[in-house]
C-alpha cells in the first residue's frame, strides 16, 4: 500500500537488496527518512565477485561497494548494529544495544547465512570450522588462506562451489576435489547434459570429483602448527585436505522474527511475501535471499539469484512510493567457472523435461531449453551469451499485479540455489 512521501521507512540489512529498495525509494522521489540497519561495520557491498575475481584478487574491496561515494544515497546508515527483533504495534525494530527504531513501513531484507559441515562422530580429533562464502570477512579468510600446494576439497555441488574450486587451481593447489555429493554437478536440478559439460570443463583443468554421497562431517587434526582435515562422506569413505571450503547451500536470516507474527515458510524458514513484496503483517515487507515471493498468478519465485534480490527492491520501491507498477523480468542467473559464463533464464526450477537444442558436452557450448507440460519454461547457456540474452528479450515482461488482497500460496518452494 503506498504511504505519504514523508513517511519514516526502515531497511533491515545493509545489502543488495537493501541498498535498492533505499535507492528505489529515492528514484521514486520519497522524501521521509530511509534509515538502513546493518550488522555488517563496512558500506554495503556487492556479493558474487566474492566466490570469483575477489578471490584472486583481480578486484578490491572497494570495487563491490554498492553506492557511489562521488554520489551518496540520501540514507541514514546504522552500521554494526544486529536487529533482534520486530513490534507492529508500534511499528519497528529493535537492536541487540538495546536501542528501538519506529517507523512507517519496515522493509526485511537480511540475506541468508552459509550451511556448514558439523562435526563427524568420532572418538577422536577436533573440529575446525571450514571456509564458507557469503560474506566478505569470509571471503577475505579464504583470499588470505595459503592455498599453494594444498589439496582442497570443497564440499557442495552448486555454482558457489564450483566458482570456488575454479579459484582454487587458480592459486596455484595442488589438488582440487569436489564432494557434489552426485556424480554430475547440477544435473538434479538442470539435467545430465548440463553436469556433464560442467564436470568435463572442470576436469580438463585438473579438478576431480569425489564419489558421489553426501558428505556427512568434518574431523580436524594438528601436527603442530599444521592443521589436516577429514571430510567424512557417507558411506564412510573419507576425503583428506588442507583447506575445506564448505559450499552447501544458505540459509535465510529469519531467526529473529520467529514470535513476531511474520509468516516463514515451513521448510526453509524464508518470509512469504504476495508479488508485491508485502507479507501478511501491515507495513512489513521483504525481498531478496531471506524472502520467497508467491503469485496467484505465475507461482514461486526462485531464491537466492543477484536478479531477484534487486529487482524485488524495485518492486518494493515503487508499491511504496505508488509509483507505477515494475515489471518484474523473468528470473535470471550466472555463474563465472574458468572461462565458462552459464546463464539460466526463465522457471528452470519447474521444468519437468529439458532438451538439447546445440552444443555438446565436450564442446561445452551447450544450448538447453527447459518445458513444462510441453511449454517452455526456461532457457540455460553455456558461452551462449547472445541467444540467452535474444531469449530474455523475446519473453513476454510479466508486470506485477495490483496489490494483492488474499494470503499467497504456500506450495513448493524453491530453496536457495547458489
Ligand atoms: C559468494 C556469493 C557469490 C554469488 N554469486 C552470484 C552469481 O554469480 N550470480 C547470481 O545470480 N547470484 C550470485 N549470488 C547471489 C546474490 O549475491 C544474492 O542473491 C544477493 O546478495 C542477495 O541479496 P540480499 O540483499 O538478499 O542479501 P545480502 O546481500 O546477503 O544482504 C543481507 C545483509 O543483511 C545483513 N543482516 C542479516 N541479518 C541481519 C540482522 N538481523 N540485522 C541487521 N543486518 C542483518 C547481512 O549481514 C547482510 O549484510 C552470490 C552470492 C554469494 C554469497
Redesign the pocket.
Known amino acids: 500500500m503506498p504511504i505519504t512521501p514523508d513517511c519514516r521507512i526502515l531497511i533491515?540489512?545493509?545489502?543488495?537488496?537493501?541498498y535498492h529498495t533505499a535507492r528505489g525509494l529515492r528514484a521514486h522521489g520519497h522524501t521521509g527518512s530511509i534509515t538502513v540497519?546493518?550488522?555488517?561495520s563496512r558500506p554495503a557491498y556487492d556479493?558474487?565477485a566474492?566466490?570469483k575475481a575477489y578471490l584472486t584478487g583481480a578486484v578490491s574491496e572497494e570495487d563491490l561497494h554498492l553506492d557511489d561515494p562521488e554520489n551518496p544515497l540520501d540514507v541514514t546508515w546504522v552500521s554494526g548494529?544486529?536487529?533482534?527483533g520486530l513490534s507492529q504495534s508500534p511499528l519497528g525494530v529493535e537492536t541487540n544495544d538495546g536501542g528501538f527504531h519506529e517507523a512507517d513501513a519496515v522493509v526485511i531484507?537480511?540475506?541468508?547465512s552459509a550451511c556448514t559441515l558439523p562435526p563427524a562422530e568420532s572418538d577422536s580429533g577436533s573440529y575446525v570450522r571450514p571456509y564458507v562464502?557469503?560474506?566478505m570477512e569470509d571471503?577475505l579468510a579464504l583470499r588470505d588462506a595459503n592455498l599453494y600446494g594444498a589439496d582442497v576439497v570443497v564440499v557442495g555441488g552448486g555454482?558457489?562451489a564450483l566458482e570456488a574450486a575454479a579459484t582454487c587451481i587458480g592459486r596455484g593447489a595442488e589438488s582440487v576435489t569436489v564432494a557434489a555429493g552426485e556424480e554430475l554437478p547440477g544435473a538434479k536440478r538442470l539435467g545430465r547434459p548440463v553436469g556433464q559439460a560442467i564436470r568435463i570443463a572442470h576436469e580438463a583443468r585438473g579438478i576431480q570429483f569425489a564419489p558421489p554421497g553426501r558428505a556427512m562431517g568434518l574431523r580436524s587434526s594438528y601436527s603442530g602448527e599444521t592443521v589436516r582435515h577429514e571430510v567424512v562422506l557417507e558411506g564412510g569413505q573419507q576425503l583428506e585436505a588442507h583447506v575445506v571450503i564448505c559450499a552447501i547451500g544458505a540459509k535465510p536470516?529469519t531467526e529473529?522474527l520467529r514470535d513476531s507474527g511474520v509468516p516463514l515458510t515451513a521448510d526453509t524458514s524464508a518470509i512469504l511475501c504476495d508479488d508485491t513484496g508485502a507479507t501478511s503483517v501491515p507495513g512489513v515487507y521483504a525481498?531478496?535471499?531471506?524472502a520467497q515471493w508467491a503469485s496467484h498468478s505465475s507461482g514461486l519465485r526462485p531464491v537466492?539469484?543477484?536478479?531477484?534480490?534487486v529487482e524485488e527492491a524495485g518492486v518494493i520501491a515503487a508499491t511504496l512510493t505508488g509509483a507505477n507498477p515494475v515489471s518484474l523480468q523473468e528470473p535470471y542467473?550466472?555463474?563465472?567457472q574458468f572461462d565458462l559464463r552459464i546463464q539460466g533464464a526463465g522457471r528452470i526450477h519447474s521444468a519437468d523435461q529439458h532438451e538439447v537444442l546445440e552444443g555438446t558436452p565436450e564442446e561445452g557450448n551447450l544450448l538447453v531449453r527447459y518445458l513444462r507440460d510441453g511449454q517452455e519454461t526456461g532457457i540455460l547457456g553455456i558461452n551462449r551469451l547472445r541467444d540467452v540474452k535474444c531469449w530474455r528479450k523475446r519473453r513476454q515482461i510479466r508486470s506485477t499485479p495490483a496489490q494483492q488482497t488474499s494470503a499467497p500460496s504456500t506450495g513448493q518452494i524453491p530453496t536457495l540455489s547458489?
Not at 548494529?81 to 533482534?84: C, D, E, I, N, W
Not at 531484507?109 to 541468508?112: F, I, S
Open positions: 533491515v540489512g545493509a545489502g543488495l537488496a537493501g540497519i546493518g550488522e555488517e556479493r558474487p566474492l566466490s548494529r544486529g536487529v533482534v531484507t537480511t540475506g541468508a562464502l557469503r560474506s571471503a555454482f558457489l536470516r529473529w525481498a531478496g535471499d531471506c537466492g539469484h543477484w536478479q531477484e534480490a542467473f550466472w555463474s563465472d547458489r
